[in-house]
Every structure is written in structure tokens, then in C-alpha cells.
């Protein structure tokens, strides 16, 4: 299993300056960094591949990977839309910079999607199977009102998906929790993120996978007597 490793300082206390230096220290080492926006790309030294410069970023993301670049740095949201995840990740020290967005949800009816999409245990809540080969042929034929942007990203998954019981085809609602597998094959990763253990992201893989994270670094409370902060 890779190693997750949680930087959970508070803001302003040299996060990315900690990450840029363990860059730099470990040059025997290959870097995946994610990063919650473009303009937080710009914080690091590396083969930088955003919608900015680049027409197709999967192609580039590509491109990259078979150029052996040490240090990749993309967005989270290419990293989500990214089909070949494990292979981005595999013998890489990922540093994941702030949490990234674990849940998404969306509504489908059984008759427009049955092919698609199949609780494994129809009963409350269940989990629920997906056929990828079916969801690229009902993306490549069907219209524009359907959920399609949530079809593609269970196909660039991976993800656990559940629905909840429904009677005579009436709309179901899904939700799909991105799995921790997605960093499968990464050499470590490091995610650095204020207060991280009280996030969705925590909570979903803490409670639902099960995962084990190491904090090496421990959150600690602003000292601001004349302001009280509520904390999530």
C-alpha cells in the first residue's frame, strides 16, 4: 500500500516551502505535484501543464510522461480527468497541495441508464457496479441533457459509487467517492493541506476505505486572543 504522509500545518506556515525543499533534496526522486489552480503552478520548478499552455493537457500529460520529466505539475482537476492515473503516479512522490474533491454526486432514471449502472444490493443504500465499455457508447450516442460530465469521470475513476432504492424507474441518486487507488503504484504521497484532518477528503477515505495516514505534521490552533475562530 502507498504511503500517505499529511502535512497538516496551518496557513502561512511554510507548506510549499517544505515541498519545494524536499524537491530539492531528494534528486534521486521523480514528482508528481497537484496543485487546486493554475495560478498555484506557478510555486513550483518543473514541467508545468495547464489549459494555458497547452490545447489537449491529457496529450501533454502524456507527452510528459514519455519525456521522463522529473517533476510534473498539473492541476487537480487534470489529475482527476486523467484516465491513466496509476500510470501518472507509478514511481513518483506525489505532493498533493490542499485537498482534493472527493464526492461527486448526480440523479439518473433505471430506464435511461440500467446498461450503465447496477446496484449490487438493491436495498437502501447499496453499492453500485459500472460498465465503462457501455458508458463510453451512451456518451458517444446520447444527447446533452444527460449527466454525461459524471460519466466521464467515473470512467477516469476509479471511484466507489452508490445509489439509493428506487420503485417503479423513478430517478436515483448517485454519489461516487473518489478511491484512495487512484494514487496506487506512487512511490510516497505527501499531502499538505491546514487542519486536513477535519476535510471531506479525510473523512470519506478515513471512514470508508479504511486508509491509513500518517500526520507528520499536526494542525495547531491560531494564538489570536482578541478573535475567536470556530473551527470546522
Not at 503516479?89 to 446498461?115: A, C, G, M, W
Request: glycine share 4%; with cysteine; charged share 25%.
Amino acid at each position: 500500500m502507498t504511503i500517505i504522509t499529511i502535512n497538516a500545518a496551518g496557513c502561512g506556515s511554510g507548506k510549499t516551502t517544505n515541498n519545494r525543499d524536499i524537491i530539492n533534496k531528494n534528486i534521486q526522486d521523480r514528482f508528481l505535484i497537484l496543485v487546486p489552480s493554475i495560478e498555484l503552478t506557478k510555486e513550483y520548478d518543473g514541467k508545468v501543464i495547464t489549459s494555458d499552455n497547452s490545447n489537449n493537457v491529457q496529450q501533454s500529460i502524456e507527452d510528459a510522461l514519455e519525456a521522463s520529466h522529473r517533476t510534473i505539475i498539473i492541476t487537480h482537476k487534470a489529475f482527476l480527468d486523467c484516465s491513466f492515473k496509476q500510470r501518472l503516479v507509478f514511481d513518483r512522490v506525489v505532493i498533493q497541495d490542499e485537498q482534493i474533491s472527493p464526492l461527486k454526486y448526480t440523479q439518473f432514471s433505471d430506464e435511461n441508464h440500467k446498461n450503465l449502472l447496477t446496484p449490487i444490493n438493491d436495498t437502501g443504500w447499496s453499492e453500485l457496479a459500472y460498465n465503462h465499455e457501455e458508458i463510453k457508447k451512451f456518451i458517444e450516442n446520447k444527447d446533452s441533457f444527460d449527466d454525461t460530465l459524471f460519466l466521464k469521470d467515473l470512467i477516469a475513476g476509479p471511484y466507489k459509487v452508490w445509489t439509493n432504492h428506487v420503485e417503479n424507474d423513478k430517478e436515483r441518486f448517485i454519489c461516487a467517492v473518489l478511491d484512495p487507488n487512484c494514487y496506487e503504484g506512487a512511490k510516497e504521497v505527501i499531502i499538505t493541506c491546514a487542519n486536513f484532518t477535519h476535510t471531506l477528503q479525510h473523512t470519506l477515505w478515513n471512514e470508508i476505505f479504511n486508509l491509513p495516514m500518517a500526520v507528520a505534521v499536526p494542525f495547531k490552533k491560531y494564538n489570536t486572543p482578541k478573535l475567536k475562530i470556530h473551527y470546522a
